[in-house]
């Protein structure tokens, strides 16, 4: 019965525990209040908090001003409600949601709006899409690393982005190019973009301060022979194992790219033409 389970109220101030690491948790008896369970982890006055492979479906959002500096909530069930209109997390520096079931990117920037000290974010493996809505994405202005591989983003992903990112991960996504109207990322140095469906390399107007750019496992015939002059800040570039077409184009982009420095990793190896065949 409901009634048989009563909730208590937990005092960790005069503990010394730091951090918990809870995994592969199965709720058996679900005939009692969930929200009393997910209270007493978001009340935790500690610094670092992992609950892995659980089939947790929600967290509450902490009550009042959090200790929190690092989550790692991996492998749930976790959806787009998650800590939205939440303004207690202030410390929070690390958030993990890898492998969990949020769908709206839109949100998943609220969600991130009032975490004050947020730089880390790992989104990967999960279904988010962004339709570009009128709507207009509300990041932490503090985060500058971003993982938003191995999901279901298309190319209007690049119209909500926190704009001081400095890693961004888009692999294995559905990009088949990078809009002219994007957000700018000014001080974005690493970009990849590997395993999506883009034509050709996408320039750098959006972000002027790259230095790597991977692009592997795209759909790239011939490359621009021009990137190298409109990305002049790019340190390496990862551009192998695409269905490249052998032509005079390619071997103009070979050329000036042994002119830039040998900025090309993987050459030769990566860089076999796929087309004409024989």
């Known amino acids: 019965q409901l009634s048989d389970v009563e909730p208590y109220r937990f005092d960790y101030s005069g503990t010394s525990m730091k951090a918990l690491t809870v995994e592969k948790i199965a709720i058996t008896d679900?005939?009692?209040s969930q929200d009393d369970l997910y209270r007493i982890f978001a009340d935790m006055n500690i610094v670092n908090m992992t609950i892995a492979d659980s089939e947790m479906i929600h967290m509450l959002c902490p009550s009042s001003k959090s200790l929190f500096r690092y989550l790692n909530f991996f492998k749930?069930?976790?959806?787009?409600?998650l800590f939205q209109n939440c303004d207690t997390l202030l410390q929070l520096e690390t958030l993990i949601l890898q492998k969990?079931?949020?769908?709206?990117?839109?949100?998943?920037?609220?969600?991130?709006s009032s975490m004050k000290s947020l730089k880390y974010l790992d989104m990967s493996n999960n279904l988010l899409r962004h339709d570009g809505a009128d709507v207009q994405c509300q990041w932490a202005e503090s985060l500058t690393e971003l993982d938003l591989?191995?999901?279901?983003?298309?190319?209007?992903?690049?119209?909500?982005?926190p704009v001081n990112v400095r890693k961004l991960s888009l692999q294995n996504n559905q990009i088949s190019s990078v809009p002219e109207e994007m957000?700018?990322?000014?001080?974005?140095?690493e970009l990849n973009l590997?395993?999506?469906r883009l034509a050709d390399l996408p320039g750098c107007g959006g972000f002027r301060s790259l230095q790597f750019l991977n692009t592997e496992m795209n759909s790239v015939l011939t490359p621009t022979a021009d990137f190298f002059q409109s990305c002049p800040r790019v340190r390496e570039l990862q551009a192998g194992h695409n269905p490249f077409k052998c032509s005079c184009e390619l071997q103009a982009f070979v050329r000036l790219e042994r002119q830039s420095g040998g900025k090309l990793a993987g050459w030769p190896a990566a860089y076999v033409c796929e087309y004409p065949q024989g």
Do not use: G, H, I, R
């Open 76 to 81: 749930n069930d976790l959806t787009d409600f």
């Open 183 to 189: 957000v700018e990322l000014k001080s974005l140095e």
């Open 30 to 32: 679900l005939y009692f």
């Open 149 to 161: 591989s191995s999901n279901q983003l298309a190319d209007a992903v690049f119209l909500c982005l």
């Open 100 to 112: 969990n079931k949020f769908e709206s990117l839109l949100k998943v920037s609220f969600m991130t």
């Open 194 to 196: 590997a395993s999506n």
